[in-house]
């Protein structure tokens, strides 16, 4: 079974431009995590989607948006870049379910660099 | 920042000893998953734990999931030099959403031959 899957995997944009990453989770996972690694921050959680609806959102400005797909992949955009967005931005996908256990998978990241 | 506190934060090893490292917090997880990240790579899970007092292997690693619910450890044994990268705890707890984990500041592993 293919793993998470991240594209583009490097980016290189400007203070003020916008970017989209986009993220494919293994296939049957309908949960998709995006979080967001600095070296001075570490790994911060960004937003969760379940079946194309937000469920959660970490403590990042609304420059940072995302949405998911019928088919769960997804998609997060940042908006009028900052020199502090850059960062290796991950995706991790899981199987959700009242029995399942909770394991979420990642995939190599898109590292982001505003100049 | 993160909640939950890793250490050490690094540690140079030679070839053959064991590492030890831990994760403690001062909220309660029903979820503890240790990862392995190399430099440029996404993590990679390692071991999950999911009831307090666990103990589990996988190879060479052992984590354990602490009774208190607050902490846990993960152990290498005889490590070999493609043990080298940074370690990282995740919990999750049950008041968060399914995909939200919380992660540690990572521990980085050196291992000298």
């Known amino acids: 079974k293919a793993g998470v899957t991240q594209t583009p995997r490097y980016l290189i944009k400007t203070r003020g431009q916008q970017v989209t990453l986009s993220c494919s989770p293994i296939?049957?996972?309908?949960?998709v995590s995006w979080y967001q690694q600095t070296p001075g921050q570490g790994l911060q959680f960004l937003f969760e989607y379940f079946s194309e609806t937000q469920r959660n959102k970490g403590n990042f400005p609304g420059r940072f948006s995302g949405r998911q797909f019928s088919n769960s992949r997804s998609e997060m955009n940042v908006s009028t870049l900052e020199l502090g967005d850059s960062a290796l931005y991950l995706c991790?996908?899981?199987?959700?379910?009242?029995?399942?256990?909770?394991?979420?998978?990642f995939g190599p990241g898109t590292r982001l660099t505003v100049l | 920042g993160q909640q939950l506190n890793q250490s050490p934060q690094s540690m140079f090893i030679q070839e053959g000893e064991d590492v030890s490292m831990n994760c403690t917090s001062s909220?309660?997880?029903?979820?503890w998953l240790w990862y392995k990240q190399d430099p440029g790579e996404g993590p990679v899970l390692l071991i999950a734990?999911?009831?307090?007092?666990e103990l589990t292997s996988n190879g060479r690693l052992t984590a354990q999931f602490g009774i208190t619910r607050k902490d846990s450890f993960l152990n290498i044994s005889a490590s070999i030099p493609s043990d080298v990268g940074i370690y990282f705890c995740a919990g999750h707890r049950t008041t968060d959403s399914w995909g939200k984990l919380q992660f540690g500041a990572g521990t980085q592993v050196v291992v000298t031959p």
């Open positions: 991790a996908s899981s199987l959700e379910g009242q029995w399942l256990y909770n394991e979420q998978f």
């Open positions: 296939s049957g996972h309908r949960s």
């Open positions: 734990l999911y009831k307090a007092g």
């Open positions: 909220s309660i997880f029903n979820t």
